[in-house]
């Protein structure tokens, strides 16, 4: 799902409720004041959060799994460069900006 950064604003970060997620982005339309979630971070089946390159969320719930591997984090971002569209958030934009 991607949401116009021109219509939505970043609220805050918290621990997702989503047990496959990491962590939601809360986003604010500007004009309805509706609160959206953007789940962001994967773990897996058993619950155990993959690793990312830092967690700069500001929250640090999972900064126990950086690896600060900068090749790891140079072949994810050529992965999942497809993903990003200018101008709007979406789970890969935070992704992305904050944990890779």
């Known amino acids: ?3 116009a950064k021109a219509d939505y604003s970043f609220v805050r970060f918290q621990k997702s409720k989503n047990p496959k ?18 789940s962001f971070g ?6 155990v959060p993959y690793p990312q390159y830092k967690d700069a969320t500001g929250l640090g719930l ?3 799994y950086d690896h600060s591997d900068s090749k790891r984090k140079t072949n994810y971002r050529a992965r999942h460069r497809v993903y ?6 979406s789970p890969a934009n935070f992704s992305w900006e904050f944990l890779w």
């Open 62 to 64: 999972y900064r126990k």
């Open 84 to 89: 990003l569209k200018p101008g709007y958030w």
């Open 21 to 38: 997620k990491k962590y939601d982005a809360v986003l604010r339309h500007k004009l309805t004041k509706r609160e959206v979630r953007v």
């Open 42 to 47: 994967a773990k897996r089946i058993d619950g």
């Open 1 to 3: 799902m991607y949401y």
